[in-house]
Antibody, heavy 117, light 111 residues
Framework: DVQLVESGGGLVQPGGSLRLSCETSGFTFSSYWMHWVRQAPGKGLVWVARINPDGSVTHFADSVKGRFSLSRDDAKKTLYLRMASLRVEDTAVYYC??????????WGQGTLVTVSS | NFMLSQPPSLSESPGKTVTISCTASSGSIASNYVQWYQQRPGSAPTTLIYEDNQKPSGVPDRFSGSIDSSSNSAFLTISGLKTEDEADYYCQSFVGSNPWVFGGGTRLNVL
């Protein structure tokens, strides 16, 4: 079975940094585009970032460009989202997703990031 | 900017049929695939419909997706409503190589 398990969320002060991880299993990780989608409390889903199968191409939402970075470790089958210069408005549940086409086919359970002083 | 608009909420009774719309702000809704996701309270989203009208294994036949070019909209139809269908529903698409765009979500109340 495909599994995506996020970790690394928590409480951080504005301006701080955090690294989220997404451990995967049940599929050939190195063959898929992977994305992060976030959801602020009580709000809808918003796309954050994506990385291609070999890790050579990344794209970011304008709201996080220059502050967030993406990487992947195929040996560990793990996706990483490095978040820096965090703002209060980055507070959200962050979901790791796999895509085999036009949208996510599998979602992780999410990890909560709270940016507050 | 490409946007997808959904009604904020809908209510319907158990056993009935409900249709949730997702209208594109620009371009043709038929130009790129539309997906639908269900998010029950306190849970992560799950994929209900992909590529306009395809269902992952395990999704009941009560759920179906369609596209109507004349209204530039996609639709999610749920028949034989059950109380367990009470959830938030999101549509999603994209334009060209641009990133995913999600609709604002529709809260479905089954009462």
């Amino acid at each position: 079975d495909v599994q995506l398990v996020e970790s690394g969320g928590g409480l951080v002060q504005p301006g701080g940094s955090l690294r989220l991880s997404c451990e995967t299993s049940g599929f050939t990780f190195s063959s898929y585009w992977m994305h992060w989608v976030r959801q602020a409390p009580g709000k809808g889903l918003v796309w954050v970032a994506r990385i291609n199968p070999d890790g050579s191409v990344t794209h970011f939402a304008d709201s996080v460009k220059g502050r967030f970075s993406l990487s992947r470790d195929d040996a560990k089958k793990t996706l990483y989202l490095r978040m820096a210069s965090l703002r209060v408005e980055d507070t959200a549940v962050y979901y790791c997703t796999r895509t085999s086409g036009a949208g996510p086919d599998f979602w992780g359970q999410g990890t909560l990031v709270t940016v507050s002083s | 900017n490409f946007m997808l608009s959904q009604p904020p909420s809908l209510s319907e009774s158990p056993g009935k049929t409900v249709t949730i719309s997702c209208t594109a702000s620009s371009g043709s809704i038929a130009s790129n695939y539309v997906q639908w996701y269900q998010q029950r309270p306190g849970s992560a989203p799950t994929t209900l419909i992909y590529e306009d009208n395809q269902k992952p294994s395990g999704v009941p036949d009560r759920f179906s997706g369609s596209i109507d070019s004349s209204s530039n909209s996609a639709f999610l139809t749920i028949s034989g409503l059950k109380t367990e269908d009470e959830a938030d529903y999101y549509c999603q698409s994209f334009v060209g190589s641009n990133p995913w765009v999600f609709g604002g979500g529709t809260r479905l109340n089954v009462l």
